[in-house]
Every structure is written in C-alpha cells, then in structure tokens.
C-alpha cells in the first residue's frame, strides 16, 4: 500500500483537493488513517448485500473510487443473475478500480464505468451504495440524485449513504472535529498534513448534519432511515424502500 504524503510539504498555493492521479495511487492509505470506522463500514456493506441484494437484480456503486465497497458487496452476494455497476468520474480511480477487480475471481458480472453519477440512469436496484460521496455534490443536485435512486430501487431495497457529519450543538462539532484530527495525528499524520487537507477540502466537501440527511431520505420517500454506525463526525446510515 503506498503512503499518503501529498500535504506532508508546504504547498504554496493550495487548490481545491480534487480525486486526481496522486490521489488515486495513495487512496486506500488515505481513507484508512483518514476516516474512523471504514473498515468497519466496508465489512457491513458485505453484510447488508447478503441480506438485502436479490436474484435478476442489479447492485450501484455510486463513487466507487477503487472499489472496496464494491469488492465487500460481490463477496457476500448468494443470489443468481446478480450485475454491479460502479461508477466515478475520476479516470484513476476508474482504472485502478478496473484493475482491482478484475484481481479477484467471481462468477458476479462487474461493469466500472467513468462518468458523472448525476448522470447514471438508476434501475431495477437492489441495492444502491453511497459512500462518502454525496458530501462531495453541489447540495443543490443532492436531492434530485437521491430521487432518482428511490425511483430506481425496487421494494425492500437498500441504501447506504457514508458521509462526514456536522453537528448543530457547537460544544459537540468541535469536539468531534478536534476527536478526528487527533485520530489523524495517532495515524501519523502531522499538523501540517491536518491543516492543509482540511483546507484543500473546504471548497468540495459541504456536509450536512444527521437531521438533514434524514429529512432529505423522507422527503424523496423512504419510510425507513436510520443511522447504524457512528465514529466520531464520520457514520453510516440507511433507507429501505
């Protein structure tokens, strides 16, 4: 696994962090020693996809990056005539995603493909994965694109939506904020490195609280929503159709 050390030196005009080549190389280190519980989250969307992917269906990987989640769902499915699409707009992580796949055997079809999500057309689903990528929508298009996937999941499907979350009380944000960072410097990162990427994400990453994502999953028709995981201001949640 290569090491992430893209904000290890002063970077004199900091842009917009963007999931481009560099990214793509270090990424699974990153999201390990970037993000508590993933580990975690990725083992349960194995878990979930047992339980809730059905036979003659198909399976969404919407920001799929390298296809961890992907990978997790394909090795516990038991139903016939199963596909999964993942999708990303990064051609990288598309290419490493492609060739991160195709390391693993399974008889379950895998098609990777680069293109916008908002422009995916979603269909017999049974199973509709999101992880940590509508934070990184213009919350503008975040609606629409959960519509489209309620429209697109058959009954008794699942959602899983990973996000970073913020927190209405301020005593509790900071310190969930402070609680991250201090994960991130036990993981070896430096105070250079928390500050910089923190930056670099400001402009991209808009994150909504628990609350409003709930609102959002009602108002497009889910009946049923919940958070099960939480490590700090990271977690999951889900919507059943």
Not at 49 to 58: G, I, K, L, M, Y
Not at 70 to 83: D, E, F, G, M, Y
Not at 185 to 192: H, K, P, V
């Amino acid at each position: 696994m290569t090491k992430d050390t893209i904000f290890a030196a002063p970077i004199e005009k900091l842009g917009d962090f963007t999931f481009d080549e560099n990214v793509a190389e270090v990424f699974p280190d990153m999201i390990q020693r970037s993000v508590p519980g993933y580990s975690n989250i990725i083992t349960a969307i194995g878990m979930l996809a047992e339980r809730f992917v059905t036979a003659n269906s198909t399976v969404y990987d919407l920001g799929c990056s390298r296809g961890a989640a992907t990978l997790s769902a394909r090795r516990h499915i038991k139903q016939p005539n199963v596909n999964i699409i993942g999708v990303d707009n990064s051609q990288p992580m598309v290419e490493r995603c492609r060739q991160h796949i195709q390391a693993y055997h399974s008889d379950i079809p895998v098609e990777i493909l680069c293109d916008d999500i908002r422009h995916i057309e979603i269909k017999n689903a049974s199973m509709v994965i999101l992880n940590f990528t509508l934070q990184f929508l213009p919350p503008a298009d975040r609606v629409a694109l959960l519509e489209k996937i309620y429209r697109g999941l058959n009954p008794n499907g699942v959602l899983v939506l990973s996000e970073k979350f913020c927190f209405d009380d301020q005593c509790i944000d900071n310190l969930l904020i402070d609680l991250h960072h201090q994960f991130k410097r036990a993981n070896g990162y430096s105070e250079l490195e928390v500050s910089q990427k923190r930056a670099a994400l400001e402009n991209v990453m808009l994150i909504d609280s628990i609350d409003t994502h709930k609102a959002r999953l009602k108002k497009v028709g889910f009946s049923h929503t919940e958070l099960w995981f939480q490590c700090f201001n990271f977690g999951s949640m889900i919507a059943v159709k």
